[in-house]
């Protein structure tokens, strides 16, 4: 059974920097889209960032420049480094993973889920 740990949350000030870290495990991590999303409190879950199955990555225009999003497939663990953190980055940040050849951060297509963590930036 598949199965998604993240990690790595926690509180910060503005300009902070945080790295989440998520491992997989259950399933040939390799051959899955991976991708981080977030939801704040009272609005929707959406999309941060994703990374195909050779390193092709996308990001959210709002975190562009200042989030990266890695992998190590020996570790089968996903990355989120975030720099310049903002107070409106306070979320619940989430891993996902989905088997499909495409790789999109639309919610639906991701198949499995990590429990989240919570990330706080105080201004």
């Known amino acids: 059974q598949a199965q998604l740990a993240a990690s790595g949350g926690g509180s910060v000030q503005a300009g902070g920097s945080l790295r989440l870290s998520c491992t997989a495990s259950?399933?040939?991590?390799?051959?899955?889209?991976m991708g981080w999303f977030r939801q704040a409190p009272g609005k929707e879950r959406e999309g941060v960032a994703t990374?195909?199955?050779?390193?092709?990555?996308s990001y959210a225009d709002s975190v562009k420049g200042r989030f990266t999003i890695s992998q190590d497939n020996t570790k089968n663990t996903l990355y989120l480094q975030m720099n310049d953190l903002k107070p409106e980055d306070t979320a619940v940040y989430y891993c996902?993973?989905?088997?499909?050849?495409?790789?999109?951060?639309?919610?639906?297509?991701?198949?499995?889920w990590g429990q989240g963590t919570q990330v706080t930036v105080s201004s």
């Open positions: 990374i195909d199955i050779v390193g092709t990555t």
């Open positions: 259950g399933y040939t991590y390799s051959n899955y889209c």
């Open positions: 996902a993973a989905h088997s499909g050849s495409w790789c999109y951060a639309r919610l639906a297509d991701f198949d499995y």
